[in-house]
């Protein structure tokens, strides 16, 4: 179970293992379990997925990130065995997401349908209006207890 | 959870933990009960409590399974600012040490955070403050008996539906037992372990990993969590933080501590428990920054920082964070079934069903009361809700519009009830509009500015004077 100081990278065998040992014969189809867009302000979301068939058997899975539709460039995730995965720090726009079985040898399953994960953020201004409010409240706040405390241990605020 | 396809531990193992542990509160629970001669024993541990015991009780009630669980996600959903929104909750405990010094000498003889807001502002500010108070006790006490099934679900493979009601079932018996004696006696010794833990932790974590490539690691994958303008967790900063003001600032929890402390002791003992907390979410949330760096798949946020911990770290870790969990879950839960119990037993069942109950039919009531808490946590606890933090940030306008009030009233003599209630009504619903319109990270931050707003201007606009020696209960009766 250590994992130690592995850094994912995108020239790691498919499905996370440089044996990827698993069940032998084709992979099977994966798709994500959301079919829609998956829209965010927050810039995280969490995918999940299923096998076609042989659902029960120990396939691990290999994930492609991208902007594009080609899949140029694409960041490689590798969720392992887990059937779910959870993004986050995504930048805006739209994230588009496939997943592939991966079985013995390392032998890998077609493609899925993409999915597309849309990252919205919030506008700056009320970002930063928000922010100001909460900074003038903070302060508010911290004057009237100290300010009191300090009536109080004078005196000055008899209790 | 089928996300996970393996644990660390064995169900064995978790079930042997849970078991000495379980049996060790317990009967700490029934050794420090027998001091527990009447109800202001089983209540407020006699109002005799010192430094020591005061500062851990703190902090450790406030080192909750939320924050070894939230604090990663924190981080892992909003990164560096996340992180430290999370660590801002100690501001809370900061701001307490003052204000719980004057409560101290305001009600010298008083009970719960409902006496002060009934004799401060009458009885309509007070029928709405209980229902708020109610709400997020129970939010809290939800989200962290989940919270505990899941974790020692994810850790041993427990089922769900078993940690959970382990847990609670100790933490039932051993406050019924005890009552807030055995409540920060116990909480001594898990703030200690939980600190030895949660060092641990962090210390072999960042003695494995390369915050060189970790920079690399999430520029790369994850950029948004190392950006100065990060929209969400800008927003919640301030967020986070206000709804810890309201937690600490209205909650019976801290309230009850503040009145069992001796004299002079309130201010330093919540101003030491403030700096011991502060780090551990900063560790906790580092943690659950280093998931991708590491190569950690992570398939609910929730889990990210145990899931972490445990990967790292192997068995002995997933056992050291087994029991960090099981002390946090512990500490808090206790506190909240105490002080809550004490809320309903003073402020409804006293003061409002029966004013001349006696001693023994107090006792009675308290200790009803703590198991049909424990019972309607269980049943809410039984369908699994998936996101905690719908659960507890659902709670946050509600508290964050109870700051204002609790403040004025402690230090504004011109402060009026038409003001508090007011604050609570209006801050409340304009901070659940922003809930459902922005997002959760803006609710408490709306309600506490609403609030803010609302006493300030009807304190200036309609000034009541009041008599502070009203609030001493005891001697305006005699």
Redesign the interface.
């Known amino acids: 179970m250590l994992i130690g100081c592995t850094v994912v990278s995108g020239q790691e065998q498919p499905g996370g293992g440089p044996e990827a040992v698993g069940p032998t014969g084709p992979p099977p189809a994966v798709r994500f379990d959301d079919r829609e867009p998956v829209n965010t302000r927050e810039g995280h979301a969490t995918l999940s997925w299923t096998v076609a068939d042989r659902e029960d058997e120990d396939w691990r899975f290999e994930i492609q990130q991208s902007f594009d539709e080609g899949f140029d460039n694409a960041e490689i995730r590798n969720p392992g065995g887990d059937r779910a995965m959870f993004v986050s720090g995504l930048p805006d726009g739209t994230n588009l997401f496939r997943i592939r079985a991966v079985g013995a040898g390392g032998a890998t399953g077609d493609w899925s349908e993409p999915l597309r994960v849309v990252v919205d953020y919030h506008g700056r201004w009320l970002v930063l209006t928000l922010f100001g409010v909460g900074c003038l409240v903070f302060v508010a706040t911290v004057v009237t207890v100290l300010a009191g405390h300090r009536r109080h241990v004078s005196g000055k605020e008899a209790g | 959870m ?5 644990s ?1 531990l064995t169900q064995q193992t978790g079930f042997l933990l849970l078991g000495i542990f379980g049996v060790l509160w317990i009967a700490l629970g029934i050794y420090w009960g027998r001091k527990a001669k009447d109800t202001e024993g089983f209540m407020l541990a006699g109002r005799n409590v010192g430094l020591a015991l005061g500062a851990a009780t703190a902090m450790a009630t406030w080192v909750t399974s939320n924050t070894i669980m939230l604090a990663p996600k924190f981080a ?4 560096i600012w996340g992180m430290l929104a999370y660590a801002t909750a100690s501001f809370g405990l900061f ?1 307490f040490a ?2 719980a ?2 409560i101290r ?2 009600l010298p003889k008083g009970y719960t955070s409902g006496d002060f807001i009934r004799l401060r502002y009458g009885r309509v500010a007070w029928g709405l403050f209980l229902l708020i108070s109610f709400f997020y006790s129970m939010a809290w006490l939800v989200s962290m008996a989940m919270a505990g099934g899941i974790l020692l679900n994810a850790l041993s493979g427990m089922r769900y539906e078993y940690g959970m009601t382990v847990i609670l079932f100790v933490c039932v018996l051993y406050t019924l037992f005890g009552g807030l004696y055995a409540v920060i006696g116990t909480d001594f010794i898990q703030s200690l372990i939980i600190l030895a833990g949660v060092v641990l932790v962090g210390v072999v974590v960042i003695t ?3 915050l060189g ?1 970790i920079h690399a ?2 520029a ?7 950006q100065v ?4 967790a ?2 919640s ?3 986070n ?2 709804f810890g ?1 309201g937690e600490i600032f209205h909650n019976n929890v801290w309230w009850s501590r503040a009145f069992a402390m001796r004299e002079g002791v309130p201010q330093k003992a919540f101003l030491l428990s403030g700096l011991f907390w502060f780090p551990i979410p900063i560790a906790a949330g580092f943690i659950g920054l280093c998931a ?10 929730d889990m ?1 920082g145990p899931l972490v911990a ?3 770290l ?2 002995a870790g997933a056992v050291v964070v087994f029991i960090v969990v099981f002390c946090s879950l512990a500490s808090s839960i206790d506190s909240l079934l105490a002080a809550t119990s004490d809320l309903i037993a003073q402020d409804v069942y006293r003061k409002m069903l029966n004013p001349w109950a006696e001693e023994a039919q107090m006792r009675r009531m308290a200790t009803r009361i703590i198991v049909g808490l424990g019972v309607v946590t269980w049943l809410i606890c039984l369908p699994r809700i998936s996101d905690l933090l719908s659960v507890l940030f659902f709670a946050g306008p509600l508290v964050g519009s109870a ?1 204002w009030p609790v ?2 009233g ?4 011109r402060a009026n009830p038409a003001g508090a209630v007011a604050a609570m009504v209006l801050g409340s619903t304009v901070g659940l509009i922003a809930y459902f319109q ?2 959760w ?2 609710a408490s ?2 309600g ?2 609403v609030s ?1 707003v609302v006493v300030g201007l009807t304190t200036l606009l309609w000034p009541r004077e009041f008599d ?1 020696k009203k ?1 001493n209960e005891a001697e305006a009766a005699s």
Do not use: C, H
């Open positions: 089928d996300e996970f396809r393996t660390v892992l959903q909003m990164g701001l003052p204000m010094s004057r000498r305001l494995r990993v390369d490539e690691t999430l790369a994958k994850q950029p948004g969590l190392i303008f990060m929209p969400v800008l927003l900063f301030f967020n933080m206000f003001f991708a760096p590491l190569g950690i798949n992570v398939p609910d946020a990210v445990s990967k790292v192997g068995t700051i403040i004025a402690i230090y504004w003599r922005i997002g990270y803006t931050l709306v506490a500015t803010m502070w609030l």
